[in-house]
């Protein structure tokens, strides 16, 4: 054989794996930088929309995230009856349907990714997720995850660990086809209809529920290796606001990694309207959030949007003791939170562990500064944390808590119309509503106007006409709850 035969057909051979080198080496290049460039441009765009007062120097949206994101008419029915509950009447004239949920989760979420970038924390949520038969549940998650999603089901809780399982593990092999699962389950006193406790006296009341919940996940971890993120969510209002305290006091250990506290807001179903939710502030609802976590909470640290609308405390509990992440009074804390910022943006630090380090090298390689940041961030904590030795006896346990106020619907109905004509009212009321709009951290995805909804939109204006067309394409073939 000559020579030049052997090139002749070795030749195509060696450009297909050249090609092929050269492919493999960029996608290599891009999972290990420390932003995805079409998140980068995500971020960039979210900042650029964002309204003046919210640019601020801890503000976070726009800088390391794009923000939280929500489902929304895809499964709209509950089984539970809330005061309030946030969802039109006509959602429970909706039929659960998993080729429905599943369809348009998956159209939603692809609106996601190409408007907002990868990484992103995603809710699947709606009415009550686990009316969803578990493969379809599972399905809805995979197509959040494989549209870069990282899901989280939000539920009332109230199911059994079969059904836990069944979502968990692949029907054909038994085996878990999800690692990890996150669940915010939605506990509160105003919540009508849970198996065992249908009209729950108080919140201390539902502890062994809020109890059940979580050793469901500690034992599918036990037995199945699928690990876990649970949070707390509990909707505040005149009739529980005084056990807040409590609440944190009490559930504080059951394995939640969250507590997230929503005043109650008038939007959605007005029949079930039971209290006057204006009697107390935000600010009264965070000095009992703090009661209850027996500390001051350094919100202020970070902030993800309108401060009127979001409050997040980061921190651990050291023993007792609750260590903030940041502490908000300390500048060399504020300019930590700069270098990181500056050196990994929006980066996600959920990723395999060769990936993950490769990060936060090329991170540390952008802005070097982070590095001594880190060193100097780490010794304050572990002094604020009562020395080294308290905290190798014993290790910090992480906890986040959350406040979430939503607004009312007669103010959201007017802010969003004039929003969407480009105009900016002169009403106080209605212009402090729009200025929360623009600051929105929680969207819903309408791939078909081409538009992010804040989630205060979808269920002022959108969620009534689009549970009236749902009504028609999947009644319900059982009698309506009130
Ligand atoms: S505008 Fe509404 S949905 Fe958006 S962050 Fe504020 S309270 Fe939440």
Redesign the pocket.
């Known amino acids: 054989m000559s020579q030049s035969g052997a090139r002749g057909r070795l030749a195509p051979v060696s450009i297909t794996f050249v090609a092929s080198l050269a492919a493999r080496l960029r996608d290599l290049e891009l999972r290990t930088r420390p932003e995805h460039p079409d998140l980068t441009a995500a971020l960039a765009r979210r900042w650029e929309e964002l309204p003046a007062h919210v640019k601020t120097r801890n503000q976070m949206l726009g800088r390391r995230t794009a923000g939280c994101e929500g489902t929304h008419g895809v499964f709209p029915r509950c089984n539970l009856a809330c005061t309030p509950c946030y969802h039109s009447r006509e959602a429970n004239r909706v039929r659960t349907d998993g080729e429905h949920t599943v369809r348009e989760v998956e159209r939603q979420m692809a609106y996601l990714r190409a408007e907002r970038g990868p990484g992103q924390n995603a809710q699947l949520i709606g009415g009550e997720v686990t009316l969803l038969e578990a493969d379809d549940h599972a399905g809805a998650l995979q197509a959040m995850i494989d549209h870069g999603r990282k899901p989280m089901s939000l539920s009332h809780g109230d199911f059994d660990y079969d059904y836990l399982q069944a979502l968990a593990l692949d029907p054909a092999t038994g085996k878990p086809r999800f690692r990890h699962l996150s669940f915010a389950g939605h506990f509160d006193s105003m919540m009508y209809g849970r198996r065992g406790i249908k009209a729950p006296e108080s919140e201390p009341a539902l502890n062994p529920y809020r109890a059940r919940f979580c050793e469901m996940f500690a034992r599918l971890e036990r037995e199945h290796g699928v690990t876990h993120y649970l949070a707390h969510n509990m909707t505040v209002t005149p009739a529980n606001v005084d056990q807040v305290p409590q609440v944190i006091r009490d559930c504080r250990e059951m394995g939640f990694r969250m507590f997230s506290f929503q005043p109650a807001a008038f939007i959605g179903n007005t029949s079930r309207w039971k209290h006057e939710y204006r009697e107390f502030s935000t600010d009264e609802v965070w000095r009992r959030i703090e009661e209850g976590a027996g500390a001051r909470l350094h919100w202020g640290a970070f902030q993800i949007?309108?401060p009127?609308?979001?409050r997040t405390a980061y921190g651990a509990y050291a023993g007792d003791r609750y260590v903030p992440l940041l502490d908000e009074d300390d500048e060399r804390d504020a300019r930590v939170l700069d270098d990181f910022v500056a050196a990994f943006g929006g980066m996600d630090f959920v990723a395999p562990t060769g990936v993950l380090a490769t990060r936060v090298v090329r991170g540390l390689a952008r802005h070097p500064r982070a590095i001594a940041g880190a060193a100097g961030w780490g010794r304050r904590f572990a002094a604020r944390a009562g020395g080294l030795r308290a905290l190798a006896r014993q290790r910090p346990q992480a906890l986040t808590y959350v406040m979430?106020?939503?607004?009312d619907a007669d103010k959201?109905k007017p802010a969003w119309e004039l929003l969407r004509r480009g105009e900016l009212s002169d009403e106080p009321a209605i212009r402090e509503t729009q200025e929360?709009?623009q600051?929105?951290?929680?969207?819903m995805a309408h791939p078909d106007s081409d538009e992010l909804v804040?989630?205060?939109?979808q269920h002022s204006v959108l969620d009534p006409q689009e549970n009236v067309r749902l009504q028609e394409r999947l009644p319900l073939l059982e009698l309506p709850m009130a």
């Open positions: 949007g309108d009127r609308c979001n979430h106020a939503f607004m959201v929360r709009l600051a929105c951290s929680y969207a804040p989630a205060c939109a």
